[in-house]
């Protein structure tokens, strides 16, 4: 089985996908800035799931522990498994047909002392700022595009090579239907990761390694609390679950496809959004609060 990096891993998207990648017996690199909590889901999921589970707290706004994961998806060299999961050795493929693969080179259990190479980094975390550009600090505007942005293009060639030399992996990047919108540095951030994702995936071509980029829409996470963004009078039905998000998400990886918008409501959405005049999306996101 291969071993998933998953970055944002505490809340929201990044949690369900640990549990769905728990689910389908991949072992976990789990990343976000909080070690507390990233030992509270660690445990968890080793208790519940029964896989192999490594904390790497990091602060991806911070190019040093940027560095440090990049060095983890580059091995066999970085931290060690600890002793009480060497135990759990389990062997269930989840290869689709022309999709990618996401097996590492799991060795017998004998070897599992050796941190196991990384199969899929999914560059997940994020946050929104909700504020407009002008009226934010420049340093906040400046963190989002190092944990958005540079972090994600950081990890990616780490993980992209690293993969490309075993000749098999996945990357999947949460971009956002946002990137359609003007909506702010936030918007700039997710076009990037889109682009990004698809000019990657172009390289990695006949590698046996793909890239994925996943859009969701409205989503009920911690996300717009954070953001101090009041959306309680939307309709129940504009937002979307993490677990949907994320099972299409991974079943595009699997598929080995280059993009992804889960649901009918943002597909439909997205299309429009690309298809209609751009003075008229901007008069629309004029009425929508800042991300
Ligand atoms: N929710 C939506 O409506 C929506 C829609 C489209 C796209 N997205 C995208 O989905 C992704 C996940 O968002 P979410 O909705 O799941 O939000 P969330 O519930 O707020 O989770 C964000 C995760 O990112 C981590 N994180 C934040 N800043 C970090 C940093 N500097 N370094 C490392 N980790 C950091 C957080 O953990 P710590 O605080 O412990 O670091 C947390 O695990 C983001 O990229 C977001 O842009 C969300």
Not at 161 to 190: C, E, F, P, Q, W
Not at 252 to 272: D, E, F, I, K, N
């Amino acid at each position: 089985m291969g071993t998933a990096l998953v970055t944002g891993a505490t809340s929201g998207i990044g949690e369900e996908f640990c549990w769905q990648l728990a689910a389908a017996r991949h072992d976990l690199v789990i990343v976000a800035r909080t070690q507390e909590r990233l030992e509270e889901l660690a445990t968890r999921l080793r208790q519940v799931a029964a896989v192999r589970v490594e904390v790497l707290p990091a602060d991806l706004s911070d190019p040093g522990d940027v560095a440090r994961v990049a060095r983890r998806l580059s091995q066999p060299g970085g931290p060690a498994i600890p002793d009480v999961d060497r135990r759990f050795a389990g062997d269930v493929p989840v290869r689709e047909e022309g999709g990618a693969s996401l097996e590492a080179d799991r060795g017998p259990a004998s070897a599992l002392a050796t941190p196991a190479p990384i199969g899929l980094l999914v560059n997940n975390a994020g946050f929104g700022l909700g504020r407009a550009f002008l009226e934010d600090d420049l340093a906040a505007e400046e963190r989002a595009l190092d944990v958005m942005v540079r972090a994600v293009m950081v990890l990616s060639h780490a993980g992209a090579r690293a993969m490309r030399a075993r000749g098999h992996g996945a990357i999947l990047n949460v971009g956002s239907v946002a990137a359609d919108t003007g909506m702010g540095t936030y918007s700039a951030h997710k076009a990037w990761v889109r682009a990004f994702t698809e000019g990657l995936s172009e390289e990695l071509r006949g590698t046996g390694v793909t890239a994925t980029v996943v859009s969701p829409g409205l989503t009920r996470t911690h996300f717009h609390e954070a953001a101090g963004m009041e959306l309680s009078s939307t309709p129940g039905w504009i937002w979307a679950t993490p677990d949907r998000v994320v099972s299409s998400a991974l079943q595009a990886v699997r598929r080995g496809r280059t993009q992804v918008t889960p649901t009918p409501l943002y597909r439909a959405t997205s299309a429009l959004t690309r298809l209609a005049p751009r003075s008229l999306v901007r008069a629309i996101v004029r009425r929508v609060p800042h991300t």
